[in-house]
């Protein structure tokens, strides 16, 4: 089972929006509507984000959202702040029935 | 709350079996619905999931190291546990503890801090 594939980094300005991409196959991303976002801060372990494709868990901002159109899964952070400056990791259910990660997105925050 | 801690050795000689546990707690293991399992990442790489348990529902294991994990729980101690054997530099990783909803939702919602191993003579 491959990774998904995650640009290695995207970047933004304060205030503004930046969308984190998840590409998979017929056999993850694109099969099934059970797609995670996780966060990573250096040195930290990875907080959940979004899970099933977009819902987010108890005390995650609305700032964060995910989608999924076809074999891509996306992660949209709105009004960007400095504390979201991390790594990104998607990772989706398999017709294997196991997960597979993505390679991770270091976002910065210009 | 519920929480999760990694202990084991830090280093470990290539060939070995790599050894560590997962403490649980603020609850009970044995009467969770949830799956409880093992992530590593390398030094500067990405995730990988090594594979999680369920007592009565089965194991799950990558597939790519399916052939040198074990993953079992001892629920008398509330603590579940992760043997690697065989391991070459390439297993030098941080690894977690976490816990999960099961397949095919696989979200892991609440994480150990991590421990580093290193493989090395």
């Known amino acids: 089972q491959s990774a998904l594939t995650q640009p290695a980094s995207v970047s933004g300005s304060p205030g503004q929006s930046i969308t984190i991409s998840c590409t998979g196959t017929?056999?993850?991303?694109?099969?099934?509507?059970?797609v995670s976002w996780y966060q990573q801060h250096p040195g930290k372990a990875p907080k959940l984000m979004i899970y099933?494709?977009?819902t987010r868990p108890s005390g995650v901002s609305n700032r964060f959202s995910g989608s999924k159109s076809g074999d891509t899964a996306s992660l949209n952070i709105s009004g960007l702040q400095a504390e979201d400056e991390a790594h990104y990791f998607c990772?989706?259910?398999?017709?294997?029935?196991?997960?597979?990660f993505g390679g991770g997105t270091k976002l910065t925050v210009l | 709350q519920l929480q999760l801690q990694e202990s084991g050795p830090g280093l470990v000689k290539p060939s070995e079996t790599l050894s560590l546990t997962c403490t649980v707690s603020g609850g009970s293991i044995s009467s969770s619905t949830y799956y409880w399992g093992w992530v590593r990442q390398p030094p500067g790489k990405g995730l990988e999931w090594i594979g999680s348990?369920?007592?009565?529902?089965?194991?799950y294991y990558n597939p790519s190291l399916k052939s040198r994990v074990t993953i079992s729980e001892d629920t008398s101690k509330n603590q579940f546990s992760l043997k690697l054997n065989s391991v070459t530099a390439a297993d030098t990783a941080v690894y977690y503890c976490a816990r999960s909803r099961g397949p095919p939702r696989w979200d892991f919602g609440l994480w150990g801090r991590g421990t580093l191993v290193t493989v090395s003579s």
């Open positions: 099933d494709v977009k």
């Open positions: 990772s989706s259910f398999t017709s294997s029935s196991i997960v597979v």
């Open positions: 348990m369920y007592f009565t529902e089965g194991i």
């Open positions: 017929s056999s993850d991303v694109a099969g099934y509507n059970f």
